[in-house]
């Protein structure tokens, strides 16, 4: 396998748990599908819709978030925010994240 | 909103492979989205990007997979060890033994040579397909009642797994010579049960008769076979193994009912014995019913007591 893509291939798995967190951080604000994804391409976190639109309900019915249909446009759409228990899930993840980030940064620091 | 356009169609492909009581909903959002991303594209060519959106949707049964957090596989890494390790005992065991059976009865029973192989390699094809399908099938039903949520860490739906599980070494103990014996006394009832068939051992004014009653051969008999064959297998597995796991215990629960309650049916309905032999060896004196029923419920009994004792020792 050429290394670049064994580059994508790693730093895909390296990415994969990260939207689980970016997703509950964004949601602070309700938002329906598309808008998180693009908002989330924004950001840096470029995920599929393939698997940001399953994601979000499994989070749903986990508790993490809430969902509620929104009719008073045109074209009714479903949004999503986060609930209570989820503040504390994300609270707890982004924790996670800082300490594997600084233990991560702290290891390869010799070879930037 | 149930048209015939490129995104119903995609819509109705996902939602039809997912739980009833989510449909209209995961089809009312998918739609929403689709439709709010292909708005986001070029307007010029609309149909186009409907295209591109789907293309990159991508296949409908994947996505309704994601969406009922179904297995994509039909054995997972879980289950796939012990598939392989059965498969391999059934293929490379308990095949051998039956064809080697068949060919014995085809010479037995005057066949020539290659008659007899023809029927070996019948039996090759047709118990080794039925062996590799229906493991193949029961696997498959294991895996989705068993790992349904479908997550990652579906590991944690078993017991907690501690060194205590680890199998005892290879010494032998007193299990492994119970084991042994009882696939020998197994085997040996499968070829005590052929060979009154075949060489018809008891004699009766000149003629060989049966001991068991040859209707048995047009239906009981192959599954009370079958499960004596797994029995076999499966203490097998228990000696190579080193022990019972829940899962073999388990098996060992299917094997053992396999034959225990046809056998009780069969001695209930006092279709056991073949009557002639009966007659022969009883002159006019009759079996007591209660002999019949005691014998039935006797081995549901044992059957029951051996099924236990194979889930107390996997739990040790």
């Given at each position: 396998m050429p290394e670049e893509e064994l580059i994508l291939t790693q730093s895909q798995e390296l990415r994969r748990g990260?939207?689980?967190?970016?997703?509950?951080?964004?949601?602070?604000?309700?938002?329906?599908?598309?808008?998180?994804?693009?908002?989330?391409?924004?950001?840096?976190?470029?995920?599929?819709?393939?698997?940001?639109?399953?994601?979000?309900?499994?989070?749903?019915?986990?508790?993490?978030?809430?969902?509620?249909?929104?009719?008073?446009?045109?074209?009714?759409?479903?949004?999503?925010?986060?609930?209570?228990?989820?503040s504390r899930v994300r609270e707890g993840l982004a924790r996670e994240w800082q300490d594997l980030a600084t233990s991560i940064s702290r290891l390869t620091k010799e070879y930037r | 909103m149930n048209g015939n356009t490129l995104t119903d169609r995609y819509v109705h492909e996902v939602v039809r492979r997912i739980p009833i009581n989510q449909r209209d909903d995961v089809a009312d959002e998918l739609r929403a989205t689709i439709t709010d991303t292909v708005d986001a594209r070029d307007p010029e060519r609309r149909e186009a990007a409907e295209r591109d959106v789907l293309v990159e949707m991508g296949d409908p049964t994947l996505l309704a997979a994601r969406y009922a957090d179904r297995p994509l596989a039909l054995i997972g890494a879980e289950l796939y060890p012990s598939y392989v390790r059965l498969l391999k005992v059934l293929l490379l065991t308990v095949l051998p033994i039956v064809t080697a059976v068949s060919v014995v009865i085809s010479l037995w029973e005057g066949d020539s040579v290659?008659?007899?192989?023809?029927?070996?390699?019948?039996?090759?094809?047709?118990?080794?397909?039925?062996?590799?399908?229906?493991?193949?099938?029961?696997?498959?039903?294991?895996?989705?009642?068993?790992?349904?949520?479908?997550?990652?860490?579906?590991?944690?739906?078993?017991?907690?797994?501690?060194?205590?599980?680890?199998?005892?070494?290879?010494?032998?103990?007193?299990?492994?010579?119970?084991?042994?014996?009882?696939?020998?006394?197994?085997?040996?009832?499968?070829?005590?049960?052929?060979?009154?068939?075949?060489?018809?051992?008891?004699?009766?004014?000149?003629?060989?008769?049966?001991?068991?009653?040859?209707?048995?051969?047009?239906?009981?008999?192959?599954?009370?076979?079958?499960?004596?064959?797994?029995?076999?297998?499966?203490?097998?597995?228990?000696?190579?193994?080193?022990?019972?796991?829940?899962?073999?215990?388990?098996?060992?629960?299917?094997?053992?009912?396999?034959?225990?309650?046809?056998?009780?049916?069969?001695?209930?309905?006092?279709?056991?014995?073949?009557?002639?032999?009966?007659?022969?060896?009883?002159?006019?004196?009759q079996v007591p019913d209660a002999v019949y029923t005691i014998a039935a419920l006797s081995v549901l009994v044992i059957s029951a007591i051996e099924v236990g004792q194979r889930f107390r020792e996997a739990r040790r």
């Open positions: 990260t939207v689980v967190l970016a997703c509950l951080a964004l949601l602070e604000t309700p938002q329906y599908g598309y808008a998180l994804l693009e908002t989330l391409n924004d950001a840096g976190v470029p995920v599929d819709g393939n698997t940001l639109y399953p994601l979000m309900r499994r989070l749903e019915k986990q508790g993490l978030l809430t969902s509620e249909w929104n009719t008073d446009e045109s074209r009714p759409r479903k949004f999503y925010r986060i609930s209570a228990e989820g | 290659g008659a007899a192989i023809g029927d070996g390699i019948g039996t090759i094809l047709i118990v080794g397909g039925q062996m590799i399908a229906w493991l193949t099938v029961i696997f498959a039903l294991v895996e989705r009642s068993t790992f349904q949520d479908g997550s990652a860490s579906s590991v944690s739906t078993g017991a907690e797994w501690s060194p205590d599980d680890l199998p005892e070494g290879r010494q032998p103990n007193q299990w492994s010579s119970s084991a042994c014996a009882a696939a020998v006394w197994n085997a040996l009832l499968i070829g005590l049960i052929i060979w009154q068939r075949v060489a018809e051992p008891y004699r009766a004014d000149g003629e060989g008769l049966q001991v068991l009653d040859p209707d048995l051969w047009s239906g009981w008999i192959w599954p009370i076979l079958a499960g004596l064959a797994g029995v076999v297998a499966l203490e097998l597995i228990r000696l190579a193994a080193g022990g019972w796991s829940v899962a073999t215990a388990a098996w060992y629960a299917v094997a053992e009912a396999l034959v225990a309650i046809p056998l009780a049916v069969v001695l209930f309905r006092h279709e056991f014995f073949n009557p002639e032999f009966l007659a022969a060896v009883n002159g006019g004196w």
